[in-house]
């Protein structure tokens, strides 16, 4: 067999020439392979000679198996023979094959890219240094006063202030006409959750227990009704009733009562360490990223579309085990959030390209770096695994091989492996 390829960029033309016994070998190959999966009467299972085979199923039948056969292994040589990683189906261009003669084959197919790196070792990017303030302490204690807040009526009179719970009728039109879900009746809206529309309500602000009001609104030109997008509204409010936040006082017997702590400087105390080993924790993410960031920049090399595509595929995969883990399916959120498959795939793309180019550059740092996994790195990642779900090392082996994700683990290790080697040789 001789191999010819011709490169431009990521796109690679294969010209493929197989003598003519090697040929013939095929047929052969492709008149057992029918004759062993079909029954012909008279003939016991791969007993029926060529020409009962030829007249049950065709020249051409014969002649395409063949092909396939031929083909598949003569592509999958020449990627071989060559060092080539596709990332497309093959596409077959021009094709010689009869029997008796010599195949020549011309086969068009999209590689992995060839990254030139650039500089990866010895980068310097800015490293966050972060402090928790007594400020931030206070906001945390007071979420936690929030959540066991009680809603209590509001004296008569009493002004609507943001933060306020507004009981409220409410109903809209668009153009004079009702739309479907613009009507309410005693709904508890919290002033100054941006949960409705922007600016219905912020004028709601001023109103008081039995006032009326026409709350004029614009909806936005992204709103998930398309029927409504950027549409102007009426909506006529009666304000039934204003309910206010009490929260509890903070003192030492309630963080006693509510926490493990017994004091309230304790509490705070205990919240400012987690909060400041989690910013740590974040700068340090952040901080590696640039890094891995700053080498990729570096690099030179050009994405095929292709790989963008199947990544945004596998992460809209993800999206919909995500949401039929919570009782949701992916057609229920297209319709709640009036997006359809291809604004989906569109959202998903910049991050899609990200990533690919980060594992890309990763691979080949990996391998200028020489860089393996060794058995003890996966017996690690799978125990890692393991611990998180609760699981034994031996289901998780079996989950991973089972669902045919080992090659996917190996590629994340020797990733986070190459990634090392940028951030351990920051300056």
């Known amino acids: 067999m001789n191999v010819s390829v011709e490169r431009v960029v990521n796109d690679a033309t294969l010209k493929i020439t197989l003598p003519a016994e090697e040929v013939n070998k095929g047929f052969k190959k492709a008149i057992s392979k029918i004759a062993n999966s079909v029954n012909i009467p008279g003939f016991r299972k791969g007993k029926a000679p060529r020409n009962i085979i030829e007249m049950h199923y065709g020249k051409d039948a014969i002649k395409q198996e063949a092909f396939e056969i031929v083909a598949n292994d003569c592509y999958t040589k020449a990627l071989d023979q060559e060092s080539l990683i596709p990332v497309s189906d093959p596409k077959v261009e021009e094709s010689v094959f009869e029997e008796n003669k010599d195949m020549e084959l011309t086969i068009k197919v999209t590689l992995k890219p060839e990254v030139e790196l650039g500089d990866y070792k010895g980068l310097s990017v800015e490293k966050k240094e972060v402090a928790v303030e007594d400020a931030d302490v206070d906001a945390a204690v007071e979420e936690l006063r929030n959540r066991q807040a009680k809603m209590v009526v509001a004296e008569d009179g009493t002004i609507i202030e943001k933060g306020d719970f507004a009981i409220i009728d409410f109903a809209g039109t668009v153009d004079g006409e009702a739309f479907s879900g613009g009507e309410g009746k005693g709904y508890p809206l919290e002033v100054g959750s941006n949960s409705f529309i922007p600016g219905f309500e912020d004028q709601l602000v001023g109103l008081k227990k039995g006032d009326a009001t026409d709350v004029e609104v614009t909806f936005p030109e992204d709103y998930f009704v398309k029927e409504l997008a950027g549409k102007e509204a009426v909506f006529k409010v009666n304000v039934q009733d204003v309910k206010r936040k009490e929260l509890p006082e903070l003192n030492d017997e309630y963080v006693a009562a509510n926490s493990e702590y017994k004091t309230v400087a304790e509490l705070k105390a205990a919240y ?113 695994i393991a611990a998180q779900h609760g699981a034994t090392l031996d289901e998780v082996k079996n989950i991973i091989k089972s669902n045919g994700n080992m090659g996917l683990l190996l590629a994340n290790i020797l990733r986070r492996k190459a990634a090392h080697a940028v951030i351990d040789n920051a300056k």
């Open 272 to 384: 400012k360490e987690r909060m400041q080993k989690n910013a740590e924790n974040n700068a340090k993410v952040e901080y590696e990223k640039a890094l891995i960031d700053a080498a990729v920049a570096n690099a030179k090399f050009e994405v095929p579309e292709i790989m963008i595509e199947d990544r945004i595929s596998q992460m809209v995969d993800e999206m919909r085990m995500s949401l039929e883990s919570r009782k949701m399916t992916l057609e229920m959120y297209m319709q709640y959030t009036g997006m359809d498959m291809a604004k989906i795939r569109e959202n998903q793309r910049a991050t899609a390209a990200e990533n690919v180019k980060t594992d890309l550059v990763l691979d080949a740092i990996a391998k200028a770096e020489g860089i393996q996994v060794a058995m003890e790195d996966v017996d690690a990642e799978l125990s890692a």
